[in-house]
């Protein structure tokens, strides 16, 4: 598929997707959505890829979500692919590690997909929230859900229940960014993120987080442990040669070199 929406890079089994509509505050049109499910799906089913990162193009945004004045000129709703908003949202079973570098606005279905990332990056001219409640609409795109996950149902209600839009340090303190740095740091601050996961065997990583996810929907913390040795990335990592070569790594005092197999 040609991109004319998002921009795609792959380095060092990192890819990189820059959403890059800049002059609409890389607002989310029909077309978007599909390239996104299209440059997910890539990221998704390369196995030299281990990483990813989300990003908007210009200064002034991550993304304001919806293209509100697309929808309204072609009279009807965007469609949404097969992983649901910006084709990510929905895609549960993505076990890769994804990292939203937020800088400028991420509201609306902006904020939904930095929050279906793992960790989130921002800077301190950065805000957030769901408006949608001030335009009669409703923030479907898992916002909802994550958000009173991620930092509690009171919290999460305050920020959903007025629709407001809060700046990075507020968000900072609500606990759902992981680092806020200045808009200069963000791209060494992202790139240390990324040195610092790739460190870690791939497969354990993807291990490592589909276990967490799959766990919090367990019923209790003794049903989660009983049932973390059956879940497909931990089977995988488990018969992987990189199992190996960590053990053969430690014993040798020498730097693992990890093949993702």
Partial sequence: ??????????????????????SVLNAINQQMHDELQHAFDQFAADDNQFLGVVRGAGERAFSAGSDLKAIAKSSKPNVYPASGYAGLIERFDLDKPLIAAVDGVAVGGGFEIALACDIIIATTRSRFGLPEPLIGAVALGGGLHRLARQIGLKQAMGLILTAEIIDAEAANELGFINQLVAPEQLDETVADWCARILRCAPLATRASKQTVMRGLDEPGLEAAMAAQGSYPAFKTFYESNDRLEGASAFSEKRAPRWSGK
């Fill in 1 to 22: 598929m040609q991109y004319e929406f998002i921009e795609v890079k792959t380095a060092e089994h990192i890819t990189e997707v820059t959403l890059n509509r800049p």
